[in-house]
């Protein structure tokens, strides 16, 4: 099975994106909703909670998990992958959302200039600017956060007017910072319930990015390119949810995220 881990609801949209393009296999996804955010933990908390999640899910059989959290992807994912993984389970597989939307706007852009709109926690890691560099050390990285936003959307409020208003402010100050800017990742992954929004205040010649289709695309590659880790994967069309919390605001959320009447919410416990 494929694994999906994520420190709430907003690795849904990628989930999303990923059973749209791959619907045979078998998915697992896992929201920590108990213990998020996980933007404003210190950096060797975030890693103990993505590796309880992570070996939750490889118990429940999967093989291979994608971190569907931009925060876990910055400040988890590098350890798991050279620590954890080599000593425990050396024939499993982890990735990230942060390297493959790094390739994706890199090649695509031709100003040399990328616009990354993302929460305070992900801007401050500075994970996109430092993986973009490593690809193109020529190109600009201009970053811009936006606090107010998960809040808006995790209350339902996708037709607020406050929205718009709050989005218009963040698009326009990541503008006054580049005015050559051609490419602008919503490196959030709530940002892609509100792409649309986005898409109004940015002008024609700057194009705009949600995760999730990237995401989908890169794992379908490598999946193609990785074939004794595919042929491990169970392909019988599963899906299951698990969430540390279940409350009626969770499954708000994931209602919210997934537009499913029919969802089967479980709860577990990582600790």
């Keep these: 099975m494929i694994g999906f881990f994520d420190s709430g609801v907003g690795g849904l949209a990628i989930f999303k994106e990923v059973e749209k393009l791959l619907p045979s296999y078998s998915y697992l996804y896992l929201g920590d909703n108990a213990r998020a955010p996980y933007g404003f933990h210190s950096p060797e908390v975030i890693y103990r909670f993505t590796l309880q999640g992570i070996r939750w899910l490889f118990k429940k059989g999967a093989k291979l998990v994608i971190l569907a959290c931009n925060t876990a992807s910055a400040v988890a994912l590098r350890r798991i992958q050279q620590e954890f993984l080599p000593q425990h389970f050396p024939e499993r597989r982890v990735l990230g959302i942060i390297i493959p939307t790094a390739e994706e706007?890199?090649?695509?852009?031709?100003?040399?200039?990328?616009?990354?709109?993302?929460?305070?926690?992900?801007?401050?890691?500075?994970?996109?600017?430092?993986?973009?560099?490593?690809?193109?050390?020529?190109?600009?990285?201009?970053?811009?956060?936006?606090?107010?936003?998960?809040?808006?959307?995790?209350?339902?409020?996708?037709?607020?007017?406050?929205?718009?208003?709050?989005?218009?402010?963040?698009?326009?100050?990541?503008?006054?910072?580049?005015?050559?800017l051609d490419v602008a990742v919503l490196a959030c992954t709530h940002y892609a319930l509100i792409e649309n929004i986005f898409k109004k205040f940015f002008p024609s010649s700057v194009a705009v990015f949600s995760q999730g289709p990237i995401v989908a695309q890169k794992l379908a590659i490598y999946l193609k390119a990785h074939p004794e880790i595919d042929s491990e994967l169970k392909k019988e069309g599963e899906r299951i949810f698990y969430t540390t919390e279940d409350s009626w605001r969770v499954r708000n959320l994931f209602h919210l995220f997934l537009e499913r009447k029919d969802l089967d919410l479980k709860k577990v416990s990582l600790f």
């Excluded at 992900?122 to 993986?131: L, R």
């Excluded at 811009?144 to 100050?173: D, H, R, S, T």
């Design 105 to 180: 706007v890199v090649s695509l852009t031709k100003s040399k200039e990328i616009g990354i709109l993302a929460t305070q926690a992900t801007v401050h890691s500075f994970a996109y600017p430092k993986e973009i560099a490593k690809l193109d050390s020529s190109i600009k990285t201009h970053q811009q956060a936006c606090p107010l936003l998960v809040p808006i959307i995790e209350a339902g409020e996708l037709e607020w007017e406050g929205l718009e208003l709050a989005v218009k402010k963040y698009v326009n100050q990541l503008l006054e910072k580049s005015s050559k």
